[in-house]
């Protein structure tokens, strides 16, 4: 299983979000998701969400809440992706450019028209509760055909 991260940074009521417009072959080109990635040798998921948002956004995030996990089975290149879904609301520095596509601050009223994966649009129910979420998305051909979730 390949393990990864996404956060969304929040500022008042807007979301940064990335638009995957960047890359060759990118599983998530034209898509608008959260900044994340995959982890490095020896990380802990906070080591590897810190280091994401710095690399993708040039901010430090200075604290950082957990919604969830889900696994992705086969998704990624015929592997199980599993996923850490996280927050950020303070957070400092400056915005810089992003090799992977644009960032920009999204009114959260608007997001659910964006293009995004199927399963991210229930990210954004997480985070609007203080549980813990753990779920399965099986996709087929970039839709969901199958959702699986669990709440504590």
């Not at 969304?8 to 890359?23: A, E, F, V």
């Not at 996923?83 to 997001?111: A, P, R």
């Not at 649009?121 to 203080?130: A, R, S, T």
Request: net charge negative.
């Amino acid at each position: 299983m390949i393990l990864t991260t996404m956060c969304y940074i929040q500022k008042g009521n807007q979301t940064l979000m990335l638009h995957r417009n960047k890359k060759e072959n990118d599983i998530n080109g034209g898509k608008w998701i959260g900044v994340g990635g995959k982890f490095e040798a020896g990380e802990s998921v906070e080591e590897c969400m810190k280091r994401e948002i710095y690399e993708e956004t040039g901010l430090t995030a200075l604290k950082l809440q957990l919604h969830g996990f889900v696994v992705f089975p086969q998704l990624y290149h015929g592997q199980d992706e599993g996923m850490f879904v996280y927050t950020c609301s303070e957070f400092s520095g400056e915005l810089h450019e992003c090799d992977e596509g644009d960032l920009q601050w999204v009114d959260n009223e608007k997001i659910p028209h964006l293009p995004m994966w199927e399963g991210d649009y229930h990210f954004f129910e997480w985070i609007q509760d203080d549980r813990f979420h753990s779920a399965k998305i099986y996709y087929q051909n970039d839709h969901v055909i199958e959702y699986q979730e669990s709440c504590y």
